[in-house]
């Protein structure tokens, strides 16, 4: 069975910290996986990652796939308030002709002054 | 935002009601899909639709029905709400072929008493 595991599922951090949440899948026909920001609100995209070891980054956020460990971590840098979130991990099935996707049950960010 | 709207956006009714929530898309997007939201649990498939009355089921289906007439609109109902699904609904597009960015509405908000 399709899976996405995200850990912690929950942190508190300060301001300036530096914060790495995790995302492990198990996903049929594995093509690509995604990173969301939910506030108080609908999701809004952040990422995808479809190859291994390359880092994309936006701002002070960044995200990394492992493959072989089947692994994906989202850095935030410097965090700051407006960071305060849930971190959604997202694995679209890559089933030909299929789109339906697995969500984590996220990752609650909160940011404190 | 992809033109996604939902509608109601707030809705409460009472247990045994039959409730009718619609989401309306103007990008002509294929692929359509239904989501709740709860705390604990993410956001689960509820239904999906791949076309004009072509529809199939998602995870927690059962109670949950749904229409697609027309492209745009794709109709969520549930026959005699329950406690249980008091949630957070969500609606979402994907552009076919893309990079699998799903593209989520608003929301809804159901309180059923």
């Known amino acids: 069975e399709d899976k996405v595991v995200q850990s912690p599922l929950s942190l508190v951090v300060h301001e300036g910290d530096t914060v790495t949440l995790n995302c492990s899948y198990e996903v049929t026909n594995f093509r690509s996986l995604l990173w969301y920001k939910q506030e108080k609100k609908a999701p809004t995209f952040l990422f995808m990652l479809t190859s291994s070891g390359i880092e994309k980054k936006s701002g002070r956020l960044s995200s990394i796939l492992d493959k072989k460990e089947l692994f994906s971590i989202l850095n935030i840098t410097a965090t700051q308030t407006g960071d305060s979130a849930v971190y959604l991990c997202v694995g679209p099935d890559g089933t030909s002709g299929t789109y339906k996707y697995i969500f984590g049950t996220g990752t609650r960010l909160k940011v404190l002054a | ?113």
């Not at chain 2, 956006?9 to 989401?23: I, S």
């Not at chain 2, 898309?25 to 956001?43: A, V």
Request: charged fraction near 20%; charge should be negative; include cysteine.
């Open chain 2, 1 to 113: 935002d992809a033109g996604i709207t939902q509608s109601p956006r707030h809705k409460v009714t009472e247990t045994g009601t039959p409730v009718t929530l619609r989401c309306h898309q103007t990008e002509n997007h294929r692929y359509m899909y239904w989501y709740r939201q709860d705390p604990g649990h993410g956001l689960r498939l509820i239904h999906y639709s791949y076309g004009v009355k072509d529809t199939d089921k998602g995870e927690v289906s059962d109670g949950y029905s749904v229409s697609r007439s027309k492209t745009e609109d794709f109709l969520l109902t549930l026959e005699s709400a329950t406690s249980s699904q008091t949630s957070v609904y969500f609606c979402a597009t994907v552009l076919e072929g893309s990079s699998y960015e799903q593209y989520f509405g608003p929301g809804t908000r159901l309180t059923v008493t």
